[in-house]
C-alpha cells in the first residue's frame, strides 16, 4: 500500500461548498504525490455550537426554537450539498434551495433523512424535558456525521475516489460521555477491518472526527475540539507516515493570532511544548491531540487550508536548538482560583488528600496548584459544580472561591536552567496583578493566573518583550520582515 497520510480538516476548512471544494483539491495534491489520504473532518463551522443550542432549548422544553435552529441548518447543509453537486457538474448554481433533478436528489433525501431524525429526538427532549449527557452526545454528533457523508460524497464526484466510513463502527470509547475515552487496541483493530482495506484499494476513506460510540453501540464524543484528537487516534491506529492538521491559521503561532496580530509561525516545536500549549488553551491543536502520535513517533503538521502553500508547523519527538527562551505563549480563559485555608489542619496527615478526593469524587481536574504554609490554592476550568465542590472542602477548611481568572503560559524547552527569566516575565508585566505563579513540573512552561480581563494585554506585552528578535531557524521571520519594510516604503 501507498504511504498513508491523515489529513483532518477543521470546522472552517469546510464551512461551505467553496471551502470543500478547496479541501479536494488539497487532499488531490496529496493523492498526486502518491499518498494514500485518510480524510477527517469536523463538523462545518458553528454546527456544533448551534445543536448545543437546539439540545438546550429543547430541555428548556421549547420546542419550536429547537426546530428552528434545526430547520436553519437543514437548509445549509442542503444547499451547500446542492452547491457541491453543481460546481462538480460544472453548471452555475447561484439558487441551490429546490433542486429534484436526479443528479442532487440522493444527498437531499439522506440529508432529510438525518434530520428528520434529529427532530424527533428534540422534539421528545422538549416533551420529557431533560437533557442526560447520552442526548446530548446523539445530538451534536449530528454535525460530523453529515459533514463527513457529504463531504466524501464531493470527493466522489472530484474523481477522489471518496467513500464515508461512520466514525462510529471504529472509534470505540467507553461510555463517558462528552468526553468519552478511546479503547486504542479497539480501535486499531476496527480500523484494520473497515479503513484499510479501502486505503489499500486506493480509496479516499472520509471519516467524522469528534464522534465515537461505545462497544455496546452507544453514540459518543470525545470533547469539544475533539476532531484533532480523532485524526491522531486514526494516525496511531493506522500507523500513518504523518498526521496532518489543516486549520485557518499558518501553523501554530507564537501566540493566538486573533490576540496578538504579530505572532509569527512556528516552524518546529517538539511534542512536549506543544502538548503543553494545547494543553494550556492554544486552542489550534486539542490538548489529548499528541499522545498517540508521540506513542508511534509521528509528525503532526498543523498547516493552513486557505494558504496550503505555506509550510506550517512540524510537530517532532524533539525539536532542534532554539536561540529563544520561549516558542509560544498560551491563555486559558474561564478559570476558578479556590482557596482552601486551614491554620490547623495543614501539614496534618492525609490533609491533602482528603483535598484532592473532593475533587476527584466530582470528576474535576485542577489545573494549578499553589501551597502556603497555612493555605491551598487550586484552578479549575469554571463550572457549575464548583458551588458543590466547595461545601464539600468547607467541611475540611475554610474555602473562597472567585471566577474569570486566566491563566497564561509561557512554553519552551530552553527556559530550563535559563536564569533570570521569571524576572524578565514579570517585569514584561509589571502592570499586571499576578495571583498564583508556578513552573511546570516539565520544567518546560512557566505559567501563572491573572484577572480575565487583563490576559489579552498580558499576552501582548510578554509577545514583545519575548519575540523582539526571534530565531529565523524556528520563527518565521519572514512575514515581520515584510511588514516592516512595507512600513518603511509607506
Ligand atoms: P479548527 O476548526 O480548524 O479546528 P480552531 O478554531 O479549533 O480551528 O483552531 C484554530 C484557531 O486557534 C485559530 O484561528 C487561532 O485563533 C487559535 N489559536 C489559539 N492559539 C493559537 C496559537 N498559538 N497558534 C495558532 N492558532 C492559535
Ligand atoms: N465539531 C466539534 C467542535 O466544534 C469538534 C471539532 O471541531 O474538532 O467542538
Ligand atoms: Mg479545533
Known amino acids: 500500500m501507498k504511504k498513508l497520510v491523515v489529513m483532518k480538516f477543521g470546522g472552517t476548512s469546510v464551512e461551505d461548498a467553496v471551502a470543500i471544494h478547496r479541501t479536494a483539491g488539497i487532499v488531490a495534491g496529496r493523492r498526486e504525490k502518491g499518498l494514500q489520504p485518510i480524510v477527517v473532518v469536523s463538523a462545518m463551522a458553528k454546527v456544533t455550537d448551534q445543536l448545543i443550542a437546539a439540545a438546550n432549548a429543547a430541555a428548556r422544553a ?27 457538474r460544472g453548471e452555475e448554481m447561484s439558487q441551490c434551495n429546490d433542486v429534484t433533478g436526479p443528479a442532487y436528489a440522493h444527498s437531499q433525501t439522506w440529508i432529510d433523512a438525518e434530520f428528520d431524525a434529529l427532530d424527533e429526538i428534540l ?13 446530548s452526545d446523539m445530538i451534536v454528533s449530528y454535525g460530523e456525521r453529515l459533514s463527513s457523508r457529504m463531504i466524501a460524497e464531493a470527493f466522489a464526484v472530484r474523481g477522489l475516489d471518496g467513500v464515508h466510513v461512520d466514525s462510529r463502527a471504529c472509534i470505540i470509547t467507553d461510555a463517558q460521555h462528552a468526553k468519552a475515552v478511546p479503547q486504542d487496541v479497539l480501535i486499531e483493530e476496527k ?35 475533539g476532531s484533532d484528537f480523532t485524526a491522531a487516534l486514526i494516525g496511531g491506529g ?14 501554530i503561532m507564537t501566540a493566538d493570532p486573533r490576540v496578538c496580530p504579530d ?19 492554544a486552542k489550534v491543536l486539542h490538548p489529548a491531540t499528541i499522545l498517540p502520535a508521540v506513542q508511534k513517533n509521528i509528525p503532526v503538521l498543523v498547516l493552513n487550508s486557505r494558504n496550503p502553500e505555506n509550510e506550517g508547523t512540524r510537530i517532532i519527538s524533539l525539536a532542534p536548538h532554539c536561540d529563544s527562551p520561549f516558542k509560544s505563549i498560551a491563555v486559558k480563559k474561564r478559570l476558578t482560583i479556590i482557596d482552601v ?21 466530582h470528576k474535576c481536574p485542577v489545573d494549578m496548584v499553589s501551597t502556603s504554609e497555612v493555605s491551598i490554592s487550586l484552578t479549575v476550568d469554571s463550572n457549575d459544580r464548583i458551588p458543590e465542590i466547595a461545601a ?11 471566577g474569570r481568572k486566566a491563566l497564561v503560559c509561557m512554553v519552551g524547552e530552553n527556559i530550563r536552567g535559563q536564569n533570570g527569566i521569571a524576572a524578565q516575565v514579570f517585569n514584561a508585566i509589571r502592570h499586571v496583578n499576578v495571583r498564583m ?12 493566573m491573572i484577572e480575565e480581563d487583563d490576559a489579552d494585554e498580558a499576552v501582548r506585552s510578554l509577545h514583545a518583550a519575548f519575540f523582539e528578535k526571534p530565531d529565523p531557524e524556528i520563527f518565521e521571520v519572514e512575514a515581520r520582515k515584510s511588514a516592516t519594510a512595507e512600513a518603511s516604503v509607506r
Open 341 to 361: 485555608v486551614a491554620s490547623r489542619m495543614l501539614m496534618s496527615h492525609g490533609y491533602l488528600k482528603a483535598i484532592f478526593e473532593v475533587f476527584d469524587k
Open 191 to 225: 480500523l484494520k477491518e473497515q479503513v484499510l482495506p479501502l486505503a489499500s484499494e486506493g480509496k479516499t476513506v472520509v471519516m467524522g472526527g469528534f464522534i465515537g460510540s461505545t462497544e455496546k453501540g452507544v453514540t459518543t464524543t470525545l470533547g469539544r475540539g
Open 62 to 88: 421549547d420546542r419550536n426554537g429547537a426546530l428552528a435552529i434545526t430547520a436553519r441548518l437543514r437548509s445549509r447543509h442542503k444547499e451547500v450539498a446542492c452547491r457541491l453537486t453543481a460546481q462538480a
Open 437 to 448: 505563579i508556578s513552573q511546570g513540573a516539565s520544567e518546560i512552561n512557566m505559567s501563572f
Open 238 to 251: 493506522v500507523h500513518a507516515e504523518a498526521i496532518e492538521i489543516w486549520t485557518d491559521v499558518n501553523g
Open 392 to 402: 464539600d472542602l468547607s467541611r475540611l477548611a475554610d474555602v473562597k472561591y472567585e
Open 123 to 135: 422534539r421528545g427532549l422538549a416533551a420529557v424535558g431533560e437533557l442526560t449527557p447520552r442526548i
Open 263 to 281: 505572532a509569527l509561525r512556528v516552524k518546529t516545536i517538539s511534542f512536549e511544548e506543544a502538548a503543553e500549549l494545547a494543553y494550556f488553551g
